[in-house]
């Protein structure tokens, strides 16, 4: 079984659309986690949710609107999409957030939204 | 939050030991230092962590400098599925729900 899965897997789309991306993780952990991997490669986090409630949250234009419905699930959907949009996406969990000690995030196989 | 240095890319050949290192000069004392890596079009995944003492795993191993102002990952038998970039991140031991900071990593290829 996949722990976290991500859908889809490609996503093409025209700029002005609005698009979701949606993530599911079945390893039983509370806090999940969006980042962003831009066309040079850089992996940033955008936002994460400690039981549905929203912990970090980066400098990301308001357009992107996160949406955890339970502990297992955390949604990404985007309003108004631009160009800069394209990137891979990927989704992670961990079980009580991500400290020194331990805590290890496991990310899913990522998305890959362009838009035209 | 302190930074850390990696090379931008090394070479190795199969089943050869791999040394990645990583500079993190600026470390706290709470600081543990953790290593991600990302496959080719995969997410990425955990790998190793440690605060002061070497640590094994059936992945690699953490050679920690005694100052801590370094690290080395080391792979014992490279294969070609470790190509990959590997990321060294520094995570507080004092402070919860912290994000992964990634910075450029290092390019590991590796040769049959």
């Known amino acids: 079984d996949t722990a976290v899965s991500q859908t889809p897997k490609y996503l093409v789309t025209q700029m002005g659309n609005d698009k979701s991306i949606k993530c599911e993780q079945n390893?039983?952990?509370?806090?999940m986690y969006w980042y962003k991997q831009d066309s040079k490669k850089f992996l940033k986090i955008m936002f994460s949710?400690?039981?549905?409630?929203?912990?970090i949250n980066e400098t990301v234009p308001n357009r992107f609107s996160p949406k955890s419905p339970d502990k297992a699930h955390l949604n990404l959907h985007i309003n108004s999409l631009e160009l800069g949009d394209s990137a891979v996406y990927f989704c992670?969990?961990?079980?009580?957030?991500?400290?020194?000690?331990?805590?290890?995030?496991?990310f899913g196989p990522g998305t890959r939204l362009t838009v035209l | 939050d302190a930074k850390t240095t990696q090379p931008n890319s090394m070479e190795s050949n199969e089943e050869e030991p791999v040394h990645l290192p990583c500079n993190h000069s600026?470390?706290?004392?709470?600081?543990?230092i953790h290593w991600y890596r990302q496959l080719p079009s995969q997410g990425p995944e955990y790998v190793i962590h440690?605060?002061?003492s070497n640590v094994n795993n059936r992945m690699a191993s953490l050679a920690i400098a005694e100052d801590r102002k370094s690290s080395t990952l080391i792979l014992h038998r490279a294969t070609l599925r470790d190509a990959a970039v590997y990321y060294c991140?520094?995570?507080?031991?004092?402070?919860?729900?912290?994000?992964?900071?990634f910075g450029t990593g290092t390019r590991l290829l590796v040769s049959p």
């Open positions: 992670a969990s961990s079980q009580g957030g991500t400290s020194g000690g331990y805590n290890e995030q496991f």
């Open positions: 390893l039983g952990h509370d806090t």
């Open positions: 600026t470390i706290s004392g709470t600081d543990y």
């Open positions: 991140i520094l995570l507080n031991g004092n402070t919860g729900f912290q994000k992964l900071v």
């Open positions: 440690g605060l002061t």
């Open positions: 949710y400690n039981n549905k409630e929203l912990i």
